[in-house]
Each structure stands twice: as C-alpha cells, then as structure tokens.
C-alpha cells in the first residue's frame, strides 16, 4: 500500500507547499472490508501545525488532491521530517493507523517540484505526550496530594487543561480540575490538589488532559491510570509513592487513549 505526495518549496512568499494527491491498496480495517482513510500532516520536532484531510469513505484505493501549507523558511528545513499518517476513520473508537510516511527534510531536493509514490510502512501508535506527576500520602492523616506538574509534546491542541478523579469501584469519589493553559502543547502547571480519604478506598487515579472548547464538548487527548490495578509505570508510581510515605514522588507518565484506559478498568484487579 502506497500514497502519493507533491513537495514545493517557495522563497517568495515563504512556504512548503505540501500535496497529498491519493493512495492505493490500503488495507482492509473496518469489518464490511473497507477502510475510512483519511491523511495526517505535520512536521517534527515541532509537532504544533498538524493538518488532516477529509475522510474518504469506504474506500482502499482514495482520492484526496488536498494541499496545506507550512511556513518555514529553508533554512530552517534540514533538521526537520515531514510526517504523513495515514489513518482509518472510527466513529466509535479510536483511529487506527494504516501506515506512515517519514520524509526528512535533508533527505530531499526541493530546488525543483517533487512528485512522487512512497510505500506506507506500519503505522505506529500515536504519541499523545507526556505528563509529570508527583504524589505524596500521609498514612496517618489519610491524606493524598496529586501535584500536576507539567505536559509536554502534547498532540495539537489550543487549551489543555487537566482533570483528576479518584475512583473507588468504578465509582467517581473526588475530581479537581486545573487551569486551562493557553497555546501551549508543554504547559506548566504546578498545581496541588489534596484529598482526605482511608487507604482502603484509594483504587484508581485517574488523570485526563483536556483540550478545552468553549462552545463545544471539551476533547480527550490522553489518559493515565495509577494505582493497585495498574500496569507498568502507573503501578510503579502508586508503589513508590507508599513505600516514601510523607515524601513527594514524582514520574513521568506517557498519556494513553482515553477508550484504552477505560477499557482496562473495566477488567477485574488480579
């Protein structure tokens, strides 16, 4: 399976002209044995401009012919990788990832128009960024305190924003919200959040980044769980953080898709 792309340079005006013109032989992922695709744009390092086209519907081999533009100077070019994802559509769910295309900037001869096919390899899992966290229980007084720190690499957003919740058998017991940040993708919060609750009744923590909308629904961008029924790092931290009673601990923690997450509460704690 394959996509075709256009590349252009411009000095006057300033701009990369990218082209994504259509792809062929996409592989099934839907089960009636089609694909929704749509394309992902973005440059890296810097991951702040993203573009998608439009979803193409039930269909393997789409025509997109859709143009966006990124304004760096050339210069500035060679140490970046344009990043075309190719992506199937899921109302329901999350978006899986057919496959990608990496395309760094040093790599290519933008002195003339390039026009070419490139074979897609397999998608990987969308990084969503990273969140810092630092908790601190006080056996005695039966008190936690969830200090968000900060976030980086988030994927494209305007206003993060970060809610936790406490939750005991499924059930919500406590949630705090931070401050909405503004045109941020590594917004800094520090901000603290104490709960008085027994030791028995701590099961989940969970911490969600928000992009916030003012008029609509604000958007999920990725999820942490931390506690008992945990796994990998989340498990670790809840462990830490008993075995220093009375210190801060902090982790980095790698934001996961909110369906991923709720999927795995729903399975019984071994």
């Known amino acids: 399976f394959r996509l075709r792309s256009t590349l252009q340079h411009l000095s006057f005006p300033l701009k990369l002209i990218v082209g994504i013109l259509q792809a062929e032989n996409l592989p099934a992922m839907d089960m009636g ?5 749509y394309v992902k744009v973005y440059m890296l390092p810097d991951k702040k401009k993203k573009f998608e086209t439009k ?13 966006f533009i990124f304004k760096i100077p050339y210069q500035e070019l060679g140490g ?8 199937d559509f899921d109302r329901f769910g999350k978006h899986d990832v057919i496959g990608q295309i990496s395309i760094p900037m040093n790599s290519v001869d933008l002195a ?7 074979d897609l390899v397999g998608g990987e899992k969308e990084e969503l960024g990273d969140i810092c966290i630092s908790l601190r229980y006080v056996p005695t007084a039966g008190k936690l305190t969830i200090n968000i720190m900060e ?6 957003m305007d206003y993060p924003f970060v809610k936790v919740v406490l939750q005991h058998q499924g ?12 045109n941020t993708l590594n917004p800094y919060f520090n901000e603290s959040f104490s709960f008085e609750i027994p030791f028995g009744q701590i099961q989940a923590l ?14 999920a961008i990725g999820k942490v769980w931390i506690g008992f029924g945990a796994s990998g790092v989340g498990l670790r931290h809840w462990s830490d953080m008993l075995a220093n009673p009375r210190r801060p601990v902090a982790q980095w923690h790698a934001l996961c898709p909110e369906e991923e997450v709720d999927e795995a509460l729903k399975k019984p704690i071994r």
């Open 33 to 37: 044995g089609t694909s929704d695709p």
């Open 206 to 219: 969970l911490i969600t980044v928000y992009d916030y909308d003012k008029l609509g629904s604000n958007d």
């Open 55 to 67: 979803v193409q519907r039930k269909n393997l081999c789409p025509v997109f012919n859709e143009t």
């Open 151 to 156: 976030a980086k690499h988030l994927k494209a």
């Open 112 to 118: 003339q128009p390039l026009h070419e096919w490139r």
């Open 80 to 87: 970046q990788t344009l990043v075309l994802q190719v992506f």
């Open 171 to 182: 059930k919500r017991l406590k949630k705090k919200k931070t401050t909405v940040k503004q």
